[in-house]
């Protein structure tokens, strides 16, 4: 008995922990790559460094970011940020600024071959009104607090009806960082129940110039060309998505030729791959700005002359090229680059000794610490933010500017989801670090705007900057008709903005993609950045590959 | 015997049921809303409408004890949810991941238990050796330094430094090695990791437990009998140190379980681990909700296995 006792023990240890190697190694994870053979057919295959919103997971871009070629909208925009026909073939806007009569190109191919129509451009818009689908793009559509109404003229024709001039209505139609309205097929969302558990969120349709063909979860993103793609037959024949742990690993896959496109952010990753004869880095700003905002409310923030110290004080291009990197660019308005930008907005530049006077004027004396004091009271700060983005060193930097003028600059570093909290809902800080700006349409009136302040969204105004001429300006220009009238307006609120120094204006959010040789047909110059880097893929289905 | 196999079984019910009940609460409690964050479709995204809708058509809008009823309904009918990140089942998201995991905590399971036992009886065997000196101050510090650490200074010295092993994932997607090759190349840096943090375990217990039993008479009597040195250490004294150790083997699986979810992440290893950790950082409930169901599903599983390997090694436990 006691001789069996031993071995008892051991069995049981081994055969537990067998078990859960047979459970594992029964159930392959990953399939092995399916190999479609096309006869004839030299185009070449895209490897692409995929990043998070590449791995969707879900396919719907009614509920998802789905930043792959699957789909297109009836917009797209040129090197301007202007928008240009894509799906629609040509508009016309009534002289009241609120019938849009739009002509669908003819003979555009669904993946399945099934021709788009007006019919699947109406159902989208339905589908994106429908108050029980859970899309995000929802208020878009509603204008005035009444929605827009959408008619079919013809199987080539739609019109909407807006309830009140817009003009960012057009911009809306695409998809860019902000919004996501590209058509759908009616003919298979409308035999889906419930649009967050249909099949075509794993199976997707769309008319883009590519189409899913495989997807492993967090792994790779197979798609292969759209061969009646409107725009013409895809120079490429596949494109995958490939997850990498980090940037070093895609580095090393570009190096050796595993990999032909990568995003790049840490200098020195830019910088050997730069040094590779294999490969060019192409680089582009967008117009989403790192800013810090002055909370309005702070008794100390509320005189113009402590902002206007603080602007002054820190070196804001040295900062951000040491935090960020040597080729990042700042701007001085939250909207930097296009026709939006205006050229007379005010521009702090670093002068400490200015800092100094405005704060002496202001009434706050250096204190036996160094830092100043006015009615016993220190000049102290709190900066808060997340971990992302390289926002830790900007604040710290940022500590040490203003600490040579005489202010305590405190850092409060928060979770992602507690930062985003405390800053947008409780409002609790007195200066906060995040991204200001917009991807392509220069629609940033929430985020400034009065009547805005109460939200709790990233789109709010959570600092109680409150401004009747800016807000007044931010109406001008939704209401105006023509692009020179609503850049007048634009022009005036960046100017009125940047008078009253409501923010630390930092670095403009740079892509910097690494393409290996093999890659052909991109869209250079690549116009600006959206959040995924992917805009010298303006015009996905040009390019090509040498890679089989 | 079988009555207490029993009892233990039905006692991981309600420890199941409090486990999900505080995590569902503290997830709650967190700051951080995940429809904002994301749902609906975050950054420069959804407008205060679209939250409140978004909120209201999930059923995230209904106070916490309703959302948890709801929860616990569909989760005792076998329906885990949607995960609110990616709209697709939490079953299958974990069933997708858990072959990664299960692999890699079993391998380190297999190996840290094995060779653990295996230093630990021969550290005990020979103590004040300086093999047992060497293991001591080892054991000391594999104790004292983190997975984490110990997982960065591994991909440093051997992906990045000399380029033998890659830094993280299951499998290369394009790779000249041979399929097994190319597997057996990533698991060795997480094996490894994992395994060492229940490594020094093992061999702190195996080593005091084997110099207890190596003091007590029946060694003695054994050794005064003229047996065989090794025939003393391992039938006579290991078998019997081996009775406490047993209870290590709870111990250990939620080490694994717990240190999954750092080593995943570190590696990009597509398991529950980093599935946790990620729908921790989205606030996705549902997903949250399942992988620590399942987490403490396999720790009870554990400490349920450690028991019942108690009973049958201790005769006083067996017999009573």
């Known amino acids: 008995m006691s001789a069996k006792r031993g071995y008892w023990v051991i069995i049981l240890l081994v055969v537990s922990s067998l078990v859960g190697l047979l459970v594992a190694g029964c159930r392959p994870t990953t399939a092995p790559p399916t190999e479609v053979p096309v006869a004839q057919d030299t185009r070449g295959t895209l490897l692409m460094r995929g990043s998070k919103s590449s791995f969707p997971q879900n396919f719907n871009p009614l509920l998802y970011d789905v930043r792959l070629w699957l789909y297109d909208g009836l917009v797209r925009f040129d090197q301007d940020l202007k928008p240009i026909p894509d799906l629609a073939e040509s508009w016309e806007i009534s002289d009241d600024g609120l019938v849009y009569t739009i002509k669908l190109r003819r003979g555009v191919k669904f993946h399945d071959g099934v021709e788009m129509t007006a019919d699947d451009v109406i159902y989208t818009a339905q589908l994106t009104l429908d108050e029980k689908v859970n899309s995000p793009y929802r208020s878009k559509f509603i204008i005035g607090g009444e929605p827009v109404k959408w008619e079919k003229v013809d199987d080539y024709t739609v019109r909407a009806i807006l309830p009140q001039p817009s003009s960012s209505f057009l911009a809306k139609l695409s998809r860019a960082d902000e919004i996501f309205f590209t058509i759908l097929p009616k003919h298979i969302l409308e035999k889906c129940a419930d649009m967050e558990t249909c099949d075509f969120n794993q199976h997707p349709v769309g008319t883009g110039p590519f189409k899913l063909v495989e997807y492993v979860p967090d792994q790779r993103v197979v798609l292969e060309a759209h061969d009646d793609y409107f725009q013409g037959r895809p120079g490429l024949k596949r494109v995958v998505r490939l997850a990498y742990p980090n940037e070093q690993a895609a580095l090393a896959a570009l190096k050796s030729g595993e990999l032909d496109v990568a995003a790049l952010r840490e200098a020195g990753n830019v910088n050997a791959a730069e040094a590779d004869p294999n490969l060019t880095v192409y680089r582009y700003d967008s117009n989403w700005i790192m800013a810090a905002r002055f909370n309005m409310a702070n008794p100390i923030l509320q005189d113009i002359k402590v902002r206007q110290a603080i602007s002054h004080a820190i070196d804001r291009l040295s900062l951000c090229k040491a935090a960020i990197g040597p080729t990042t660019n700042i701007g001085d308005s939250p909207i930097s680059i296009g026709w939006a930008a205006s050229p007379n907005v005010v521009r702090y530049e670093y002068d400490p000794e200015k800092a100094k006077a405005l704060l002496e004027e202001a009434g706050w004396k250096v204190g036996s610490d160094g830092i100043r004091e006015k009615d016993g009271q220190r000049l102290s700060l709190t900066i808060t933010f997340d971990p992302d983005y390289g926002k830790p060193d900007l604040a710290t930097g940022m500590q040490q500017f203003l600490k040579a003028v005489g202010i305590e600059l405190k850092l409060q570093q928060m979770e992602p989801a507690t930062a985003e909290e405390t800053i947008y809902v409780k409002k609790e800080f007195d200066i906060y670090l995040d991204w200001q700006g917009f991807g392509v349409d220069p629609d940033i009136a929430s985020r400034w705007s009065t009547s805005t302040a109460e939200q709790g969204t990233y789109l709010s105004n959570p600092s109680n900057y409150a401004n009747p001429e800016v807000d007044a300006a931010f109406r001008a220009a939704e209401i105006a008709r023509t692009v020179e009238e609503r850049q007048k307006y634009l022009w005036q609120a960046q100017d009125l903005i940047t008078r009253d120094a409501a923010a630390v204006w930092l670095y403009l959010w740079q892509a910097q993609m690494a393409v290996s040789k093999n890659v052909g047909g991109l869209s250079l110059p690549p116009s600006i950045a959206d959040m995924d880097n992917t805009a010298i893929f303006r015009e996905p289905w040009k390019v090509t590959s040498t890679r089989p | ?320």
């Open chain 2, 1 to 320: 015997m079988y009555r207490l196999i029993l009892r233990r079984f039905l006692l991981a019910i309600p420890t199941l049921f409090v486990v999900s009940f505080l995590s569902f609460g503290i997830m709650k409690a967190a700051p951080g809303d995940p429809v904002r964050m994301y749902v609906a479709g975050g950054m420069s995204k959804g407008s205060v409408e679209d939250i409140e809708r978004i909120r209201h058509n999930l059923g995230l809008d209904r106070p916490i004890y309703v959302q948890y009823i709801a929860w616990l309904r569909n989760t005792l009918r076998g329906d885990l949810g949607y995960s609110l990140a990616t709209r697709r089942p939490v079953a299958q998201i974990i069933a997708e991941k858990l072959p990664a995991s299960i692999s890699l905590m079993g391998i380190s399971f297999l190996l840290s238990m094995t060779i653990g036992i295996g230093i630990g009886v021969l550290s005990a065997a020979k103590q004040y050796s300086l093999f047992d000196y060497v293991v001591t101050v080892l054991a000391f510090l594999g104790n004292s330094l983190p997975a984490f650490w110990i997982a960065l200074m591994l991909i440093w010295l051997f992906s990045v430094r000399l380029g033998w092993l890659p830094t993280g994932h299951m499998s290369s997607y394009e790779t000249t090695d041979s399929p097994i090759l190319d597997y057996a190349k990533h698991y060795v840096l997480p094996v490894t990791t994992l395994s060492l943090v229940s490594l020094v375990s093992w061999v702190r217990y195996q080593r005091a437990s084997m110099l207890e039993s190596l003091q007590q008479d029946y060694v003695r009597t054994a050794r005064a009998k003229g047996l065989a040195e090794r025939v003393v250490l391992i039938r006579h004294a290991w078998r019997n140190s081996l009775v406490p150790i047993v209870t290590l083997i709870g111990f250990s699986v939620a080490n694994l379980v717990g240190g999954s979810y750092i080593i995943e992440t570190i590696f990009s290893w597509p398991g529950m681990g980093q599935l946790g950790f990620d729908a921790l950082l989205k606030r996705d409930y549902p997903v949250m909700m399942g992988v620590t169901l399942l987490s403490a599903i396999f720790i009870i599983f554990g400490n349920l296995l450690a028991d019942l390997t108690y009973i049958l090694v201790n005769p006083q436990i067996r017999e009573s």
